[in-house]
């Protein structure tokens, strides 16, 4: 309960957005044939410090502007929709927590072999189309942790199993692409959007 009430909590005044006058960067079509846009990523000139050197720096992470030629929407982003927004929130905490008890029943055997620690899989860039469908995700795989140690702090890893790793993340991976999320509605219409999907638990 805790878990979903900070999720509604940091919902509630969220409001959703296009990503405008961003310069689109690499592209990529999945393996249903879907044509992704990515931002382009920013460069910098750098002088070495005490030497006449310059060097170029990219810096910037790309994010998925365009599904199909359509805006990709980030759910956090600032959007003025008085009707949906409330809505929009709420249904993704649902779907949110959804997604999370599939993932608890697609492992439940390989939690039982799991050391203690506190584990986390983050799917990033989870692009989802106008009708509630995953098109498009990518993820560094589960990690485990101390208990003690927090998301977000860079605390150190504790060794898995690699078989035990190999396992869940496929489980999950093929679990992902078979969600269904509520599609997000801006101005009543259906669009595209994404949003990062962390799905964490604790083995004592």
């Known amino acids: 309960m805790r878990i979903v009430a900070l999720l509604l909590l940091s919902l509630c005044t969220i409001q959703a957005s296009a990503t405008d006058k961003i310069a689109n960067g690499k592209t990529i079509t999945t393996e249903k044939g879907d044509v992704i846009v990515f931002s382009a990523t920013t460069t910098k000139e750098l002088h070495i410090a005490n030497t ?6 990219e810096y910037g992470q790309p994010k ?11 759910i956090k982003d600032r959007k003025t929709d008085t009707v949906n927004n409330f809505r929009n929130g709420q249904i993704w905490v649902a779907d949110h927590v959804n997604a999370c008890n599939v993932f608890d029943k697609e492992i439940k055997k390989e939690k039982k072999q799991l050391a203690t620690g506190s584990y986390e899989i983050v799917f990033k860039d989870v692009v989802i189309n106008e009708q509630g469908k995953i098109v498009y995700f990518r993820t560094e795989g589960i990690v485990r942790r101390k208990h003690i140690d927090r998301q977000h702090v860079k605390p150190a890893m504790l060794p ?9 993340n496929n489980k999950l991976t093929h679990s992902i692409g078979k969600l269904e999320y509520t599609p997000l509605m801006i101005a009543g219409n259906a669009t ?13």
């Open 192 to 204: 595209p959007y994404y949003n990062y999907l962390t799905y964490s638990f604790d083995i004592d």
């Open 160 to 168: 898995l199993s690699d078989n035990i790793a190999k396992a869940i």
């Open 52 to 57: 006449n050197e310059q060097r170029t720096v």
């Open 64 to 74: 998925p502007i365009l599904l199909n030629g359509k805006e990709i929407y980030y």
